[in-house]
């Protein structure tokens, strides 16, 4: 069974700090994807990121990286020069598989990471 | 550009009543469709998925239905609410095949009281 685990529940950092939201995954698929996911205050949940298991290329847009190590089973989430709009609820989220020609199952989420970002 | 639009934004209901969430998505054809369930102002639970008219898959066995009358409409039903049902219920769309990306409507909050 696929899992996601984002050991860090809520993390509060000063402005302009670097942060770094920690998200390991468990599944016994060869071939996967990875997601981040953003959710506001607001509520709606903002894709930002999908990453498949072929590619362990980091990627950077902007203020935001991820790192994904498949050695550890991690794709994480870096923030540099935080902003008070980066407070956030930050979700990593799994998706396994082949395609099976009918199913869709939906992405496997983990509890989500509280971001806090003090001015 | 597609959109997801789900209503209505917040509800409240006593216990015991009936439920009909309504999900749209505009832009795109033969979407796969997704209900989830946020609760306690956390993790996301699947409760259906649709990946065509009259097509609808349990994830969790519980007091909800789903029904997709239309391509791009998706509705969550209950006959009777329990407490339990509280929480916010986000529908969302994508593409047929793995790994695509699901986007999200703006939720819809329920309180049972």
């Known amino acids: 069974a696929q899992k996601v685990t984002q050991a860090q529940t809520e993390i509060s950092v000063v402005e302009k700090e670097d942060v770094t939201l920690d998200c390991v995954y468990e599944?016994?698929?060869?071939?996967?994807?990875l997601f981040w996911y953003k959710q506001p205050p607001s509520g709606e949940l903002v894709f930002l990121i999908r990453?498949?298991?072929?590619?362990?290329q980091n990627e950077i847009s902007g203020r935001y990286s991820w790192n994904f190590q498949k050695s550890t089973s991690s794709f994480n989430f870096t923030i540099t020069a935080s902003q008070v709009v980066d407070s956030a609820v930050y979700f990593c989220a799994l998706s396994e598989g082949e395609y099976s020609g009918g199913g869709a199952d939906g992405l496997t989420f983990g509890k989500g990471t509280h971001l806090i970002i003090q001015p | 550009s597609q959109t997801i639009h789900q209503w209505p934004a917040t509800l409240v209901q006593p216990v015991g009543s009936p439920l009909s969430l309504e999900c749209t998505v505009e832009g795109t054809s033969n979407p796969n469709l997704y209900w989830y369930r946020q609760a306690a102002g956390r993790g996301l639970q699947l409760l259906f998925y649709s990946v065509g008219i009259g097509q609808i898959s349990s994830e969790v066995p519980q007091n909800l239905s789903a029904s997709r009358p239309q391509d791009r409409q998706f509705i969550l039903s209950s006959k009777k609410l329990l407490l339990s049902d509280s929480g916010f219920y986000l529908c969302?769309?994508?593409?047929?095949?793995?790994?695509?990306?699901?986007?999200f409507g703006p939720g819809t909050r329920l309180t049972v009281t």
């Open positions: 969302a769309w994508g593409l047929d095949g793995p790994g695509y990306e699901q986007y």
């Open positions: 599944t016994r698929d060869t071939t996967y994807y």
């Open positions: 990453r498949n298991s072929f590619d362990e």
